[in-house]
């Protein structure tokens, strides 16, 4: 039967390298098989070599001991020489297997130790893994507490916010409201300011109508004064008596048309004070009397005493 190897070395190529070896006058050995073939483990060229070796004999036509047919016709000296040949080929085979099987069996041994230290190294690699795997799923488990209590922390916040959100958008709305609200009240004071403003222009005028015309009876009573004083001294000191008192009065009058020049910027309490103060002014220039033409004495000359009277306020 011919035998096979499982890793690729068949048993033709050992044989045709050993016959190839025999053919140079070199002794077949695993080695050489090896070399000659390229390939092959000591393991599967030996059984191949041995299976060489015993059918060498049969094809060199050379039968064992007592097997030998009778009309062989070889010498006997010929065949106790191949006989003598085989034999040293078998044992230097066999050593060289042996030699050759016991540097796989130290290699192999040799593989063992590793292997075995291999797999304690794994096994030690195993428990620390495993050790590692309790601690991690350990973490594990407390990431996972630590992320529950992060989501609830994070809903509680995120109820927290969106309440802030209502709370924010309803300030808003009240600083909306607020806002037109104060917009309103801001056009009625600039429209109420506005109306102010027009009813102080109309009182300045009116004060400055008042003045003018105090002026100008302030003129018509100094012209009566100074043809009286001609007349009469006592009417004349009393005309300047008048003139001074409306002198006093019309630059009383200027100093209030200051003030409410510069007041015309103020609230309508101060504008309110002001037309009260216009309202006296006016209501003490009214019953202030004119220096008119008194009626004429019989001696068609005016009584010093009724110009007098006549000019007294």
Do not use: C, Y
């Amino acid at each position: 039967m011919q035998l096979k190897s499982t890793r690729g070395v068949q048993q033709d190529d050992v044989w045709g390298a050993a016959d190839a070896l025999i053919a140079e006058g070199l002794r077949p050995t695993i080695e050489r098989v090896r070399q000659k073939i390229g390939r092959g483990s000591p393991n599967t060229v030996s059984p191949m070599l041995e299976s060489w070796f015993a059918t060498l004999a049969p094809r060199l036509g050379i039968a064992a001991s007592g097997s030998q047919p009778a009309d062989s016709g070889a010498p006997t000296a010929l065949r106790q020489s191949l006989d003598a040949v085989w034999a040293a080929a078998v044992a230097a085979a066999r050593a060289k297997a042996d030699s050759a099987l016991s540097s796989e069996r130290d290699r192999l041994a040799q593989q063992g130790q590793e292997l075995e230290s291999a797999r304690q190294n794994l096994l030690q690699r195993e428990a620390a893994l495993a050790e590692r795997g309790v601690a991690l799923e350990q973490a594990l488990e407390l990431a996972k507490s630590q992320l529950r209590d992060q989501a609830a922390q994070l809903d509680k916040v995120g109820r927290e916010l969106e309440q802030a959100r209502r709370s924010l958008a309803t300030l808003v709305q009240e600083r909306d409201a607020n806002r037109r609200e104060f917009d309103v009240q801001l056009r009625t004071l600039a429209e109420e300011r506005q109306r102010t403003e027009q009813r102080t222009s109309a009182n300045e005028r009116r004060l400055l109508e008042e003045v003018d015309r105090a002026r100008q009876e302030a003129k018509h009573s100094a012209r009566t004064r100074e043809e009286a004083d001609q007349k009469h001294v006592s009417e004349k000191q009393e005309l300047e008596q008048t003139n001074a008192a409306l002198t006093e009065r019309a630059h009383e009058g200027q100093v209030e048309l200051a003030t409410l020049r510069e007041r015309l910027q103020g609230a309508e309490a101060r504008a309110k004070g002001l037309d009260s103060a216009l309202a006296a002014a006016m209501l003490k220039s009214r019953h202030t009397p004119k220096r008119g033409a008194a009626k004429p004495s019989k001696s068609g000359r005016r009584s010093p005493g009724a110009a007098a009277a006549k000019r007294t306020p």
